[in-house]
């Protein structure tokens, strides 16, 4: 059976359909990439941390070894140079941090029932006189309407509490 050689329309739509099959399986691929490589790198980043640590710190501290194996130390020595050169400096920072973040820390915990104290009081103190902002919040409270006069929650003179009222509708009468 002779099957007749397709026309130029079909042969268009043929390669570019298979282009967009191709482009599709392409993209498919690198996103399975990416989704592998990521389930990769949450598994293994607590390894790969460490790694990458080293290997800016190596990277880094390359010029000093090279430092000192131009001034006459061998190779290995230099690298054991840097090395004790680089825990004096860690040692030395530390000396100089842990002993203050201690005190202050052993001072900060001496006085924190102080500060629950005051802040105590201070909470009591805007619960029985709230600002007068607050007062504008309020439920029950008519917007533009003036502050109470009485800034505590004792009786006023028209024997009334300045206790918040629930909600009114206006439209309801």
Not at 28 to 41: A, H, N, P, Q, T
Not at 67 to 79: M, T
Not at 95 to 111: G, K, L, M, W, Y
């Amino acid at each position: 059976m002779n099957v007749p050689p397709p026309t130029a329309r079909q042969a268009r739509l043929f390669w570019t359909a298979t282009s967009a099959l191709a482009i599709g399986v392409i993209c498919g691929l690198l996103f399975l990439l990416v989704w592998g490589l990521s389930r990769v790198l949450t598994v293994l980043s607590p390894v790969l941390w460490p790694l990458a640590v080293a290997g800016v710190v190596a990277y880094l501290l390359d010029p000093v070894v090279d430092y000192f194996h131009r001034k006459g130390l061998s190779r290995p020595r230099a690298i054991v140079s840097v090395f004790a050169l680089a825990l004096v400096i860690v040692a030395a920072v530390f000396a100089n941090i842990v002993p203050p973040i201690v005190s202050q820390t052993r001072e900060f915990a001496a006085r924190i029932p102080n500060i629950q104290t005051n802040v105590q009081q201070r909470v009591e103190t805007w619960l029985n006189n709230p600002p007068d902002w607050f007062k504008l919040i309020t439920p029950g409270a008519k917007p533009g309407a003036p502050p109470a006069a009485s800034t505590t929650n004792a009786v006023s003179d028209l024997g009334e509490t300045n206790a918040p009222t629930p909600l009114a509708n206006e439209n309801t009468p």
